[in-house]
Protein backbone atom coordinates (compact mmCIF):
# COMPACT_ATOMS: atom_id res chain seq x y z
CA UNK A 1 0.00 0.00 0.00
CA UNK A 2 1.75 3.18 -0.95
CA UNK A 3 1.82 6.32 1.86
CA UNK A 4 0.54 9.58 0.95
CA UNK A 5 3.29 12.20 0.17
CA UNK A 6 2.87 14.92 2.69
CA UNK A 7 1.84 18.23 1.31
CA UNK A 8 4.87 21.08 1.42
CA UNK A 9 4.16 24.64 2.62
CA UNK A 10 6.27 27.26 2.68
CA UNK A 11 5.66 30.19 5.02
CA UNK A 12 6.93 33.85 4.16
CA UNK A 13 7.11 35.76 7.06
CA UNK A 14 8.16 34.16 10.35
CA UNK A 15 6.85 36.44 12.73
CA UNK A 16 3.97 35.79 15.80
CA UNK A 17 2.05 33.96 12.75
CA UNK A 18 4.43 32.23 10.77
CA UNK A 19 5.71 30.87 14.05
CA UNK A 20 2.59 30.19 15.60
CA UNK A 21 1.66 28.40 12.29
CA UNK A 22 4.88 25.55 12.42
CA UNK A 23 3.84 23.52 15.33
CA UNK A 24 -0.11 23.14 14.21
CA UNK A 25 1.04 22.58 10.86
CA UNK A 26 3.68 20.25 11.04
CA UNK A 27 1.84 16.95 11.75
CA UNK A 28 0.44 16.87 8.36
CA UNK A 29 2.76 18.86 6.21
CA UNK A 30 6.49 19.63 5.22
CA UNK A 31 7.30 23.23 6.47
CA UNK A 32 9.47 25.30 5.03
CA UNK A 33 10.24 28.80 6.06
CA UNK A 34 11.20 31.31 2.75
CA UNK A 35 13.28 34.43 4.91
CA UNK A 36 14.47 37.67 3.18
CA UNK A 37 15.70 39.21 6.07
CA UNK A 38 17.63 35.83 7.35
CA UNK A 39 15.84 36.37 10.26
CA UNK A 40 15.04 32.15 10.28
CA UNK A 41 18.37 31.39 11.23
CA UNK A 42 17.60 28.48 13.42
CA UNK A 43 15.39 25.03 12.23
CA UNK A 44 14.21 24.23 16.03
CA UNK A 45 11.45 26.41 17.24
CA UNK A 46 9.96 25.61 21.02
CA UNK A 47 5.55 26.14 21.23
CA UNK A 48 3.88 26.81 24.41
CA UNK A 49 0.61 25.78 23.64
CA UNK A 50 -2.68 25.17 26.38
CA UNK A 51 0.24 24.74 29.32
CA UNK A 52 2.22 22.22 27.05
CA UNK A 53 5.88 22.38 25.60
CA UNK A 54 6.49 21.68 22.21
CA UNK A 55 9.75 21.11 20.24
CA UNK A 56 9.61 21.85 16.44
CA UNK A 57 12.23 21.47 13.77
CA UNK A 58 11.40 23.16 10.62
CA UNK A 59 12.08 20.79 7.23
CA UNK A 60 13.68 23.89 5.17
CA UNK A 61 14.67 27.39 5.14
CA UNK A 62 15.24 28.99 2.40
CA UNK A 63 16.59 32.67 1.21
CA UNK A 64 16.40 31.53 -2.87
CA UNK A 65 12.70 32.41 -4.04
CA UNK A 66 13.08 29.59 -7.08
CA UNK A 67 14.21 26.73 -5.10
CA UNK A 68 11.94 27.36 -1.83
CA UNK A 69 8.78 27.60 -4.65
CA UNK A 70 10.20 24.94 -6.75
CA UNK A 71 8.38 21.80 -5.55
CA UNK A 72 5.81 24.05 -2.65
CA UNK A 73 2.08 23.16 -3.12
CA UNK A 74 0.84 26.24 -0.71
CA UNK A 75 2.26 29.54 -0.11
CA UNK A 76 1.34 30.97 2.82
CA UNK A 77 1.85 34.57 3.42
CA UNK A 78 2.16 36.25 6.61
CA UNK A 79 4.39 39.51 6.66
CA UNK A 80 2.94 42.94 7.52
CA UNK A 81 0.55 44.65 4.69
CA UNK A 82 3.44 47.31 4.26
CA UNK A 83 5.14 44.49 2.97
CA UNK A 84 2.96 42.24 0.81
CA UNK A 85 3.44 44.29 -2.48
CA UNK A 86 7.14 44.13 -2.19
CA UNK A 87 7.06 40.39 -1.55
CA UNK A 88 4.69 39.49 -4.32
CA UNK A 89 6.78 41.31 -6.98
CA UNK A 90 9.47 39.03 -5.82
CA UNK A 91 7.76 35.80 -5.83
CA UNK A 92 5.35 36.30 -8.52
CA UNK A 93 7.52 35.10 -11.47
CA UNK A 94 7.80 31.53 -9.93
CA UNK A 95 4.32 31.33 -9.02
CA UNK A 96 2.73 28.02 -10.84
CA UNK A 97 -0.07 26.03 -9.40
CA UNK A 98 0.35 26.67 -5.86
CA UNK A 99 -2.88 27.97 -3.80
CA UNK A 100 -1.87 31.22 -2.06
CA UNK A 101 -2.94 32.04 1.18
CA UNK A 102 -2.52 35.30 2.74
CA UNK A 103 -3.07 35.37 6.52
CA UNK A 104 -4.67 37.43 7.53
CA UNK A 105 -6.57 38.72 4.91
CA UNK A 106 -7.57 42.16 6.46
CA UNK A 107 -6.10 45.41 4.61
CA UNK A 108 -5.07 45.24 0.85
CA UNK A 109 -4.15 41.82 -0.04
CA UNK A 110 -7.59 41.44 -1.85
CA UNK A 111 -6.42 44.79 -3.86
CA UNK A 112 -2.99 43.41 -4.42
CA UNK A 113 -4.22 40.26 -5.97
CA UNK A 114 -5.96 41.98 -8.38
CA UNK A 115 -3.17 43.76 -9.39
CA UNK A 116 -0.64 40.69 -9.43
CA UNK A 117 -1.89 37.37 -9.00
CA UNK A 118 -5.24 37.39 -11.26
CA UNK A 119 -5.54 33.70 -12.74
CA UNK A 120 -3.98 31.90 -9.06
CA UNK A 121 -5.92 30.27 -6.70
CA UNK A 122 -5.55 33.30 -4.35
CA UNK A 123 -7.33 33.03 -0.23
CA UNK A 124 -6.97 34.35 2.90
CA UNK A 125 -8.14 34.39 6.42
CA UNK A 126 -10.74 36.32 7.54
CA UNK A 127 -8.41 36.85 11.07
CA UNK A 128 -5.34 34.92 12.47
CA UNK A 129 -6.08 31.81 13.48
CA UNK A 130 -3.98 32.11 16.79
CA UNK A 131 -2.79 35.12 18.98
CA UNK A 132 0.58 34.65 19.86
CA UNK A 133 3.66 36.28 21.21
CA UNK A 134 7.59 35.46 21.12
CA UNK A 135 8.97 35.98 24.00
CA UNK A 136 12.55 34.55 25.55
CA UNK A 137 13.60 32.20 22.53
CA UNK A 138 9.38 30.24 22.73
CA UNK A 139 6.67 30.60 20.78
CA UNK A 140 3.67 31.55 23.46
CA UNK A 141 0.44 30.30 21.50
CA UNK A 142 -2.29 32.35 23.77
CA UNK A 143 -5.72 31.74 22.35
CA UNK A 144 -6.68 30.45 19.19
CA UNK A 145 -9.84 30.37 16.90
CA UNK A 146 -12.71 27.94 17.22
CA UNK A 147 -13.50 28.35 13.90
CA UNK A 148 -11.60 29.54 10.94
CA UNK A 149 -13.15 31.42 8.46
CA UNK A 150 -11.40 32.33 5.23
CA UNK A 151 -12.12 33.79 1.33
CA UNK A 152 -11.41 33.11 -2.23
CA UNK A 153 -10.31 35.70 -4.73
CA UNK A 154 -12.37 33.50 -7.14
CA UNK A 155 -15.90 33.08 -5.60
CA UNK A 156 -16.63 29.73 -7.12
CA UNK A 157 -13.14 28.47 -5.55
CA UNK A 158 -13.11 26.93 -2.29
CA UNK A 159 -10.49 24.84 0.03
CA UNK A 160 -12.76 23.61 2.92
CA UNK A 161 -11.11 20.14 3.25
CA UNK A 162 -7.59 21.60 3.00
CA UNK A 163 -8.12 23.90 5.44
CA UNK A 164 -9.78 21.44 7.45
CA UNK A 165 -6.15 19.12 7.39
CA UNK A 166 -4.41 22.26 8.55
CA UNK A 167 -6.69 23.80 11.49
CA UNK A 168 -8.46 20.85 12.85
CA UNK A 169 -11.35 23.52 13.18
CA UNK A 170 -14.65 23.68 11.40
CA UNK A 171 -14.53 25.93 8.37
CA UNK A 172 -16.78 29.17 7.13
CA UNK A 173 -15.94 30.39 3.75
CA UNK A 174 -17.38 33.92 3.38
CA UNK A 175 -16.47 37.00 1.14
CA UNK A 176 -13.71 38.21 0.11
CA UNK A 177 -14.99 41.39 0.58
CA UNK A 178 -16.36 41.28 3.95
CA UNK A 179 -12.73 40.34 5.08
CA UNK A 180 -11.27 43.22 2.77
CA UNK A 181 -14.18 45.68 5.19
CA UNK A 182 -13.02 43.93 8.16
CA UNK A 183 -11.45 47.28 10.22
CA UNK A 184 -10.44 45.51 13.53
CA UNK A 185 -7.05 46.41 13.49
CA UNK A 186 -7.64 50.06 11.74
CA UNK A 187 -9.50 51.12 14.57
CA UNK A 188 -8.55 48.99 17.61
CA UNK A 189 -4.87 49.89 17.86
CA UNK A 190 -5.18 53.44 16.71
CA UNK A 191 -8.02 54.49 18.40
CA UNK A 192 -5.92 53.54 21.18
CA UNK A 193 -2.67 55.02 20.07
CA UNK A 194 -4.23 58.36 20.04
CA UNK A 195 -5.79 58.08 23.54
CA UNK A 196 -2.57 57.07 25.14
CA UNK A 197 -0.21 60.01 22.89
CA UNK A 198 -2.50 62.71 21.99
CA UNK A 199 -0.43 65.92 23.26
CA UNK A 200 1.60 62.88 24.75
CA UNK A 201 3.67 62.39 22.35
CA UNK A 202 7.49 63.01 23.51
CA UNK A 203 6.35 62.78 27.48
CA UNK A 204 8.42 59.91 29.58
CA UNK A 205 6.39 57.43 31.24
CA UNK A 206 7.76 55.55 33.80
CA UNK A 207 6.52 51.99 32.60
CA UNK A 208 5.31 50.10 29.59
CA UNK A 209 1.64 50.17 28.83
CA UNK A 210 -0.66 47.18 28.63
CA UNK A 211 -2.17 47.94 25.78
CA UNK A 212 -5.73 46.61 26.26
CA UNK A 213 -5.74 46.36 29.82
CA UNK A 214 -5.39 49.85 30.94
CA UNK A 215 -7.78 50.63 28.01
CA UNK A 216 -10.33 53.85 28.96
CA UNK A 217 -13.55 55.34 27.54
CA UNK A 218 -11.86 57.85 25.11
CA UNK A 219 -10.54 54.96 23.57
CA UNK A 220 -13.70 53.53 23.12
CA UNK A 221 -15.31 56.66 22.47
CA UNK A 222 -13.23 57.44 19.25
CA UNK A 223 -13.37 53.65 18.31
CA UNK A 224 -17.32 53.91 18.52
CA UNK A 225 -17.59 57.09 15.93
CA UNK A 226 -14.66 55.65 13.37
CA UNK A 227 -16.76 52.28 13.74
CA UNK A 228 -19.77 54.38 12.73
CA UNK A 229 -18.24 55.90 9.82
CA UNK A 230 -16.81 53.11 8.65
CA UNK A 231 -20.21 51.53 8.95
CA UNK A 232 -21.35 54.70 6.66
CA UNK A 233 -18.80 53.84 3.84
CA UNK A 234 -20.28 49.87 3.88
CA UNK A 235 -23.92 51.26 3.47
CA UNK A 236 -23.12 53.54 0.89
CA UNK A 237 -21.30 50.43 -1.13
CA UNK A 238 -24.20 48.02 -0.32
CA UNK A 239 -26.43 50.72 -1.87
CA UNK A 240 -24.33 51.37 -5.08
CA UNK A 241 -25.01 47.21 -5.07
CA UNK A 242 -20.70 47.07 -5.01
CA UNK A 243 -20.92 44.71 -2.10
CA UNK A 244 -23.90 42.12 -1.92
CA UNK A 245 -23.53 41.86 2.08
CA UNK A 246 -22.39 44.40 4.67
CA UNK A 247 -20.29 43.73 7.39
CA UNK A 248 -20.98 43.64 10.97
CA UNK A 249 -19.65 46.28 12.85
CA UNK A 250 -17.04 46.01 15.55
CA UNK A 251 -18.93 47.29 18.96
CA UNK A 252 -21.71 44.65 17.48
CA UNK A 253 -18.17 41.71 16.89
CA UNK A 254 -17.72 42.65 20.33
CA UNK A 255 -21.28 42.99 22.33
CA UNK A 256 -21.10 46.31 22.76
CA UNK A 257 -24.01 49.09 22.10
CA UNK A 258 -22.04 51.72 24.06
CA UNK A 259 -18.42 53.05 24.79
CA UNK A 260 -18.65 51.60 28.45
CA UNK A 261 -19.30 48.97 27.31
CA UNK A 262 -16.65 48.49 24.74
CA UNK A 263 -14.34 49.50 27.28
CA UNK A 264 -15.02 46.60 29.98
CA UNK A 265 -15.27 44.30 27.07
CA UNK A 266 -11.95 44.64 25.81
CA UNK A 267 -10.26 44.82 29.66
CA UNK A 268 -11.95 41.35 30.00
CA UNK A 269 -10.25 39.65 27.02
CA UNK A 270 -7.98 37.09 29.20
CA UNK A 271 -5.67 36.59 26.04
CA UNK A 272 -5.46 40.27 25.82
CA UNK A 273 -4.44 41.04 29.25
CA UNK A 274 -0.70 41.01 29.25
CA UNK A 275 0.33 42.31 25.64
CA UNK A 276 2.19 45.24 26.48
CA UNK A 277 2.51 47.88 23.74
CA UNK A 278 6.22 47.86 22.28
CA UNK A 279 7.69 51.08 23.54
CA UNK A 280 11.81 52.90 23.29
CA UNK A 281 13.58 52.45 26.51
CA UNK A 282 15.23 55.71 27.63
CA UNK A 283 16.25 54.15 30.83
CA UNK A 284 15.11 52.45 34.19
CA UNK A 285 11.92 53.47 33.88
CA UNK A 286 11.90 55.36 31.38
CA UNK A 287 9.83 54.61 28.14
CA UNK A 288 8.39 56.65 25.31
CA UNK A 289 6.45 56.20 22.31
CA UNK A 290 7.86 54.29 19.41
CA UNK A 291 7.43 55.45 16.16
CA UNK A 292 7.99 52.85 14.16
CA UNK A 293 5.60 50.31 16.19
CA UNK A 294 3.27 48.51 13.54
CA UNK A 295 0.27 50.30 15.24
CA UNK A 296 1.68 53.09 13.36
CA UNK A 297 3.30 51.95 10.90
CA UNK A 298 1.17 49.59 9.09
CA UNK A 299 -2.46 50.57 10.99
CA UNK A 300 -2.08 53.89 9.31
CA UNK A 301 -1.10 53.76 5.87
CA UNK A 302 -2.47 50.34 5.14
CA UNK A 303 -5.49 50.26 7.63
CA UNK A 304 -7.45 53.87 8.04
CA UNK A 305 -6.06 55.23 4.99
CA UNK A 306 -7.35 52.27 2.94
CA UNK A 307 -11.04 52.86 4.06
CA UNK A 308 -10.67 56.87 3.83
CA UNK A 309 -9.67 55.87 0.26
CA UNK A 310 -12.83 54.31 0.24
CA UNK A 311 -14.67 56.42 1.96
CA UNK A 312 -13.77 59.05 -1.07
CA UNK A 313 -14.81 56.40 -4.06
CA UNK A 314 -18.46 56.52 -1.93
CA UNK A 315 -17.86 60.27 -1.35
CA UNK A 316 -18.76 59.46 2.73
CA UNK A 317 -17.18 62.07 5.17
CA UNK A 318 -14.95 61.14 8.16
CA UNK A 319 -14.04 63.49 10.61
CA UNK A 320 -13.15 61.17 13.16
CA UNK A 321 -10.93 58.88 11.04
CA UNK A 322 -9.22 61.90 10.24
CA UNK A 323 -8.78 63.42 13.45
CA UNK A 324 -6.42 60.40 13.75
CA UNK A 325 -4.91 60.89 10.62
CA UNK A 326 -4.07 64.24 11.09
CA UNK A 327 -2.55 63.46 14.24
CA UNK A 328 -0.32 60.52 12.69
CA UNK A 329 0.75 61.76 9.59
CA UNK A 330 2.41 64.29 11.87
CA UNK A 331 4.26 61.35 13.91
CA UNK A 332 5.16 59.42 10.77
CA UNK A 333 6.31 62.26 8.77
CA UNK A 334 4.03 61.99 5.95
CA UNK A 335 1.39 63.77 4.59
CA UNK A 336 -1.69 61.58 3.48
CA UNK A 337 -4.35 64.24 4.06
CA UNK A 338 -5.16 68.01 3.68
CA UNK A 339 -8.68 69.23 4.42
CA UNK A 340 -10.02 66.08 5.07
CA UNK A 341 -8.73 64.95 1.29
CA UNK A 342 -6.33 62.10 0.15
CA UNK A 343 -3.37 64.12 -1.18
CA UNK A 344 -0.94 61.30 -1.11
CA UNK A 345 -2.08 57.44 -1.44
CA UNK A 346 1.34 55.99 -2.82
CA UNK A 347 2.90 53.41 -0.24
CA UNK A 348 -0.88 52.94 1.37
CA UNK A 349 -3.31 50.30 0.97
CA UNK A 350 -5.67 53.04 -0.75
CA UNK A 351 -7.18 51.50 -3.54
CA UNK A 352 -6.34 54.32 -5.02
CA UNK A 353 -2.94 53.08 -5.26
CA UNK A 354 -3.80 49.69 -6.68
CA UNK A 355 -5.16 51.99 -9.98
CA UNK A 356 -8.85 51.31 -8.60
CA UNK A 357 -10.23 54.62 -8.82
CA UNK A 358 -14.04 54.36 -9.55
CA UNK A 359 -16.81 52.56 -7.94
CA UNK A 360 -16.91 50.73 -11.31
CA UNK A 361 -13.46 49.29 -10.92
CA UNK A 362 -13.89 48.94 -7.20
CA UNK A 363 -17.11 46.30 -8.53
CA UNK A 364 -14.41 44.11 -10.39
CA UNK A 365 -12.86 43.74 -7.55
CA UNK A 366 -15.23 42.61 -5.36
CA UNK A 367 -17.20 40.57 -7.57
CA UNK A 368 -14.89 38.31 -9.12
Excluded at 16 to 23: A, E, Q, R
Excluded at 59 to 75: M, R
Excluded at 347 to 361: D, L, V, W
Amino acid sequence: MSIKKKKSITIIGYGNVGKSLVHILQENFIINILSFSKNAKSSKLVTIFKKNTYENTLDNIYNDVEIALKNTDILIITVPNFLREEIILKVKSYIKNQIIIFIPGIGPSQFISYKYLRGNRVFCLERVPFISRYIDDKEYILDDRKIIKYASMYSGDSIDELLNIMFKKPVLKIDYQLVTLTSSNAILHTSRMYSIFNSKETEIFKKEIYFYASWDDKASRLFNECDNEIMKICQKLYELEVILNKPISLMEYYDSTTPKELTKKIKSIESFKNIKLKMLQLGRDKYILDKKTRFLTEDIPFGLLMFKGLAELVKVETPNIDKILYWAQNILGSEYIIDGKLIDFSKTGCPQNYNIESIKELYKVFNM
